[in-house]
């Protein structure tokens, strides 16, 4: 049965541990034990093993320092792996106003704010978008170092923000302050221009006569309000004589920002500006048959009005892509596919994450009820901007990692540690060097694809111009997949979806299926292969395919993936070689980045990983350095760059050969030649740091935990639960005692004070109201104390989970900074030695890997 778009994709099933074939979790000996098991012992060695296998086959080899490092799993849970934006101005990315979804102030009404907020619905502070009653952190963005809706106003001025009608008095001059009166601005219910109206007002006396200026008060309340009236009726105002055509110019543009574009302004013979009133603006007020109708107050703003035409939000997504889920927004509310969203950085699918997106026009109230029907995923702190998120927007991330099961070993031994102190000074001490002296900033394992074929090998194919291999890569399976789609009593392991993946493309190469039956079972999250095989089964001439036609159906960011990753490989196996090199010093002839701009300088380049991506016809901001400048310390290793073979970089002298014959050996390729006619594989190339490390704040825990999946670390959405819940139990208590208290109260009077009483009760409901709305408001201002003293302290803090049981399993939880274009698997393999061996639930196998 075909999948049907307009539904989300489900998860995969979480499952039990493995059995006695696969890789298990190492287990701490009981207290006063030790030395581990011997099945544990080999159970894990084998499982490192094969994470080291599958390292050395993408070229991740060498290590910056010594030492024993320790043991663990990583993701056994999706919990375990927590992925938060960094922005450009050094703000973490939270989720911290789901509520904000609520309708925002969409019409224009009085004095430009929606008089609703007077009952707690509307924050001005919110930029024109709601911010629910019991939004937990609301007003401490800018303490807790949070990305919200008050960063778009940072970035964008204003950015629609009305001020309150005193402020707007004290900002118009005495001598414009009639023309304030006429518009509305003293009346209980007014109407008045926005924001940019008093920025302009002065400016009305360089082209207006002070008549001229009643006129056009008089003229815009009248639109406003009514009565209605035809449009010649309302006359015009003529400007003073303007000759100078850019003042003209100007002229039109203060008209239109004070009036709102409800008076129009035209050019007329002796160069004046000619006032009228714009047809569809005039209020109808007064007219029966037009009572239907919203008046010109009413109508919705404007999106230079609301504050740009791109509507920001926060994406908070467990267990699932990004793409799956803005796919699924996108089919709800009728817009282009993923292609409508734009972000700042891919973020991993296991794993829970929060990023910004930003939608090109927008409004936010159509967001209102997403959270209810998406599944695994919230969004919120929505804001507006002038200016659209693009790949590298973002200054990296931080991560909050759990490593479960994890064994530390004693001093010249081989036994396992249970001494926390111990325990803890080594991971501190893991942890500073790691700080100190970095780590290879290699491209991960996930660089290069879940199944056999990697995908490095289909973008060689593609720089080869042999679109039939890379075709024939991508659309590889494993035949243990197939045969368990084929076996109705099968008992394997192999999830669901890659069984029909290999079934269905079984079909469409032995043509053993109609077409639409092949459709039909593969399945569309997996989007190269679907985009392939429905192009070619489209093709008339089935002789002569069209591969190159078919690659090109696959969406451009996913396509692009496919060179890129061939680069990482040649990248990998470069920075390798420089390293063992030299390791830790400088040569002559090292390339550094000088002058490093703050966005990509290809407009063409779909990859946010490297730091540099220079301009398809410059190679400025590159420089090599000499003997004398490493002699001057001006430069340390961790300015060094390599490149990614590209047709507008240039290479290491002492390191172009090393280019050459691995770029021969992976492809017959030549890392100087690398223009081609299709745009998708004429790769300029760009710059990437050799040495990473994380940034100064980071911080570590040990736990001792019973269950294996016991909940430890919390996410964003529990956070915010968790203080919901303890602002809801302090209301309950204080009703519950001011209702206790009243009761006593009403037992020790006498019967004379009996019809005192009555009068008290008359009055007692407001107080109680009062008395509730105090504790809110205690709870609330304890919050924001909390979250200022958190920031105070140190951005890496860590919370942990409450109530876990105690047992024999050591868990080691990090939290940690990494610049973009950095691997937080590769900061792990460094401080860990022989890198986290990740956790593979069951029904995850028939990938080949």
């Known amino acids: 049965m075909a999948d049907n778009p307009d539904l989300e994709h489900p998860p995969r099933k979480r499952v039990k541990v493995h059995d006695s074939t696969a890789m298990t979790s190492p287990q701490l000996p009981s207290q006063g034990t030790m030395s581990e098991s011997h099945d544990t012992k080999n159970s894990i060695t084998e499982a ?40 450009l101005d050094g703000k973490v990315v939270r989720l911290d106003n789901p509520e904000q979804l609520k309708p925002p102030p969409m019409f224009l009404v009085a004095d430009g704010v929606d008089h609703e907020k007077k009952k707690g619905d509307i924050s001005p502070a919110t930029n024109g978008v709601a911010k629910g009653d019991d939004a937990v952190s609301g007003r401490d963005g800018s303490a807790s170092g949070s990305t919200n809706a008050d960063d778009c106003k940072a970035e964008d001025g204003m950015n629609g923000q009305v001020p309150e009608a005193a402020d707007i008095k004290t900002k118009v001059s005495p001598e414009l302050q009639f023309m304030y009166d006429l518009s509305g601005g003293g009346s209980e219910d007014p109407v008045r221009p926005r924001i940019e109206a008093y920025q302009n007002f002065e ?129 709800k509310l009728n817009m282009k596919g993923q292609k409508a969203f734009d972000v700042a950085g891919n973020k991993d699918r296991r794993a829970v994450t929060v990023q910004r997106v930003s939608a090109y026009r927008v409004k936010a109230d159509r967001f209102m009820h997403l959270n209810d029907v998406i599944k695994q995923a919230h969004i919120g702190d929505c804001c507006y901007s002038q200016n659209k998120l693009q790949l590298g927007d973002l200054a990296g991330n931080e991560f909050l990692i759990t490593l479960r099961d994890c064994t530390v070993r004693e001093p010249d031994s081989n036994s396992t540690s249970r001494d926390p102190e111990y325990i803890k000074r080594y991971i501190n001490q893991a942890m500073q060097n790691l700080r100190d002296k970095g780590f290879i900033n290699y491209y991960g394992l996930q660089r290069f694809g879940t199944f056999a074929a990697r995908t490095d090998l289909v973008g060689q194919y593609m720089l080869k111009e042999d679109y039939k291999a890379a075709v024939d890569t991508i659309l590889d399976y494993s035949p243990a997949a197939l045969q368990a789609a084929q076996d109705d009593n099968d008992n394997s392991t192999i999830a669901s979806d890659d069984q029909k993946r290999a079934q269905a493309i079984h079909w469409f190469l032995t043509k053993s299926a109609p077409p639409h039956q092949i459709l039909e079972t593969l399945p569309r999250r997996f989007t190269a292969e679907y985009a392939i095989v429905s192009f070619l089964l489209k093709t008339k001439d089935q002789s002569t395919p069209y591969y190159r036609g078919a690659l090109e159906c696959i969406p451009r960011n996913l396509r692009s993936f496919y060179p890129h990753a061939y680069q990482s490989l040649i990248w990998n196996l470069a920075a390798t070689h420089r390293w063992n090199l030299s390791p830790g010093k400088l040569l002559p002839g090292d390339l550094i980045l000088t002058n490093q701009p703050t966005n990509s300088g290809d407009p063409y380049s779909t990859d946010p990983d490297p730091i540099y991506a220079p301009s398809p016809t410059t190679t400025e901001h590159v420089y090599a350095l000499t003997q004398q400048d490493i002699v001057s310390n001006t430069y340390s290793i961790f300015d060094i760059v390599l490149p990614l073979p590209g047709h507008n970089v240039i290479y290491p002298t002492f390191m172009l050969p090393l280019y050459r014959t691995t770029m021969q050996t992976h492809g017959n390729l030549d890392p100087e030649k690398m223009q081609r006619n299709w745009r998708e594989t004429s790769l300029p190339g760009s710059y990437r740091k050799l040495l990473g490390r994380p940034g100064q704040g980071w911080a570590c825990k040990q736990i001792w935990y019973h269950e294996p999946d016991a909940k430890i670390a919390l996410t964003d959405w529990e956070r915010l639960e968790t203080r919901r819940q303890e602002v809801e139990k302090q209301q309950q208590e204080t009703a519950a005692s001011v209702a206790k208290a009243g009761e006593e109260d009403t037992t020790k009077e006498t019967q004379s004070a009996k019809e005192e009483e009555g009068i008290t009760k008359q009055t007692q409901p407001g107080k109680e109201e009062a008395v509730e709305d105090e504790s809110l408001s205690t ?12 920031t105070k302290e140190s951005q890496s803090t860590i919370t942990l989970a409450e109530n876990i049981p105690s047992g024999d399993r050591l868990g080691i939880i990090l939290k940690f900074q990494l610049q973009s274009s950095t691997y937080a698997t590769m900061a792990l393999r460094e401080l860990m030695k022989t890198g986290p061996v990740e956790y593979k639930p069951e029904f995850s196998g028939g990938r080949g890997l």
């Open 48 to 87: 490192e093993k094969e994470q080291a296998t599958k390292e050395l086959a993408v070229a991740i080899e060498a290590f910056v320092s010594d030492g024993a490092g320790f043991q663990g799993i990583l993701k056994r849970r999706y919990h375990d792996f927590l992925v938060n934006e960094i922005m």
């Open 203 to 331: 400016q009305l006396q360089k082209y207006f006569d002070m008549d001229g200026i009643k006129k056009l008060a008089t003229l815009f309340h009248e639109i406003s309000e009514g009565p209605y009236k035809d449009t010649k009726d309302y006359g015009f105002v003529d400007s003073l004589p303007i000759d100078n055509k850019d003042d003209r110019k100007t002229a039109h543009q203060v008209i239109r920002a004070i009036f709102l574009e409800r008076i129009l302004s035209n050019h007329q013979e002796g160069n004046i500006v000619r006032c009228t009133p714009a047809a569809n603006a005039i209020s109808r007020k007064g007219k029966s048959k037009y009572k239907h109708k919203k008046t010109a107050a009413q109508r919705p703003l404007g999106w230079n009005q609301l504050g740009g035409d791109y509507m920001h939000f926060t994406l908070y997504k467990e267990n699932r892509d990004s793409g799956d889920i803005l796919g699924f927004i996108s089919s």
């Open 779 to 790: 709870a609330r201002k304890e919050e924001e104390e909390q979250t200022t003293n958190t």
